[in-house]
C-alpha cells in the first residue's frame, strides 16, 4: 500500500499570504493520479486539483499543484478567508487508493 | 449538473448490516469508476472501495475487504455499499464520488452509527 505523508500537520497563517503543502509518498505515483481536496467544516471533499496540472472547474487559479519524484506540493499563491480548511492528497494509480493524513490550515 | 446522493444510513447495533445507496445524476454514470470514502468524526478520509464503470471489478481497504460489498445498478444510475458485520469504529459519515484520475464529484455524505 502507498502511504502518504503530508506536512505539516497545521499551518498557521494570515489571509493574503502563501501557503505551501506537502504530501510525499512511500512509493513511485504517477502525477495523473495524485489528487488534492479541500475540506470545510461540516462540509464533503471538494475535488481541487490533480498534479497533471489538471485544475477543477470553478477552482481558483490561486491553486496550484507540482511535483518532483515522490514529492507533491499544493501551493495556495494567496490565502482567501475561505481557504482556511484541511487539505488532503490522494493517490488513485495504485490500488488500494490512499489519502494523506491532511493539513489544517488555520488563521493565524 | 452533476449529482451525487446517499441515503440508507443510520443507526445499527454491533454485528449488524446496512445497505448504503447513492442515486446519481447530470452524467453518463457508466462511463465512470465510483468509489466510497468514510470519515470517522475528527478524523481523516479513508478510502473504502471502488468499482470500473461496467461494474466489472471491484478493490477494497483492507480494513473492510470481506465485511463490504460494493455494487451498481448501471440503469438505476445508482451506487450501492453493503455493510456487513459492523463494529463501532464503522462509525462514520460515508461518501459516495465519482472518477479515477481524482474524485471529482462527491455527494454530501451519510452517517452510520454503530451502537449498542
Known amino acids: 500500500e502507498i502511504v502518504l505523508t503530508q506536512s505539516p500537520g497545521t499551518l498557521s497563517l ?17 502525477t495523473t493520479y495524485l489528487a488534492w481536496y479541500q475540506q470545510r467544516p461540516g462540509q464533503a471533499p471538494r475535488f481541487l ?23 507533491f506540493t499544493l501551493t495556495i499563491s ?7 480548511a484541511v487539505y488532503y492528497c490522494q493517490q488513485c494509480g495504485v490500488s488500494p487508493w490512499t489519502f494523506g493524513q491532511g493539513t489544517k490550515v488555520e488563521i493565524k | 449538473q452533476v449529482q451525487l446522493v446517499e441515503s440508507g444510513g443510520g443507526l445499527v ?16 454514470f457508466s ?11 475528527g478524523k481523516g478520509l479513508e478510502w473504502l472501495s471502488y468499482i470500473t464503470g461496467p461494474g466489472s471489478a471491484t478493490y477494497y481497504a483492507d480494513s473492510v475487504k470481506g465485511r463490504f460489498t460494493i455494487s451498481r445498478d448501471n440503469a438505476k444510475n445508482s451506487l450501492y455499499l453493503q455493510l456487513n458485520s459492523l463494529r463501532a469504529e464503522d462509525t462514520a459519515m460515508y461518501y459516495c464520488s465519482r472518477g479515477n484520475y481524482g474524485l471529482d464529484y462527491w455527494g454530501q455524505g451519510i452517517l452510520v452509527t454503530v451502537s449498542s
Open chain 2, 13 to 28: 447495533k454491533p454485528g449488524g448490516s446496512l445497505r448504503l445507496s447513492c442515486a446519481a445524476s447530470g452524467f453518463t
Open chain 1, 49 to 71: 486539483l490533480s498534479s497533471a496540472p489538471t485544475r477543477a472547474t470553478g477552482i481558483p487559479d490561486r491553486f496550484s499543484g507540482s511535483a518532483s519524484g515522490t514529492d
Open chain 2, 31 to 41: 462511463d465512470y469508476f465510483m468509489s466510497w470514502t468514510r470519515q470517522a468524526p
Open chain 1, 14 to 30: 494570515s489571509p493574503g499570504e502563501r501557503a505551501t503543502l506537502s504530501c510525499r509518498a512511500s512509493q513511485t505515483v504517477s
Open chain 1, 78 to 84: 494567496r490565502l482567501e478567508p475561505e481557504d482556511f
